[in-house]
Nanobody
């Protein structure tokens, strides 16, 4: 089993920045791909960014390309999401997710929540205009 704990959410004005962190524990050696997803009230959960933990390939939703950066801090065994130039439409609960068994494939596949078995509790991000 894999457990995930997110941190770093909060409230910020449009144009500001936030950095989210996710700390995995448990059977972390089984993880092949990790990512960030978000869900706004009344909307479906959507993929934001994912990364293959072995090869480092990254995948981003079009809506965040050029603004968000996903990375790994291997020394701290932590997944990061740097979010810059935040917009009110980025407001959502952000979830960390992990996948075992195989790496993430193409962009759309890698951003689909159904392909991730392990989830954190979420951290709220609110962007005001």
């Amino acid at each position: 089993q894999v457990q995930l704990v997110e941190s770093g959410g909060g409230s910020v004005q449009a144009g500001g920045s936030l950095r989210l962190s996710c700390a995995p524990s448990g059977a972390t050696w089984r993880i092949n791909c990790m990512g960030w997803f978000r869900q706004a009230p009344g909307k479906e959960r959507e993929g934001v960014a994912t990364i293959n933990t072995g090869g480092g390939s990254t995948y981003y939703a079009d809506s965040v390309k050029g603004r968000f950066t996903i990375s790994q801090d291997n020394a701290k065994n932590t997944l990061l999401l740097q979010m810059n130039s935040l917009k009110p439409e980025d407001t959502a609960m952000y979830y960390c997710a992990a996948r075992t068994g195989s790496a993430c494939y193409s962009g759309s596949w890698a951003l689909s929540p159904i392909n991730f078995a392990y989830w954190g509790q979420g951290t709220q991000v609110t962007v005001s205009s």
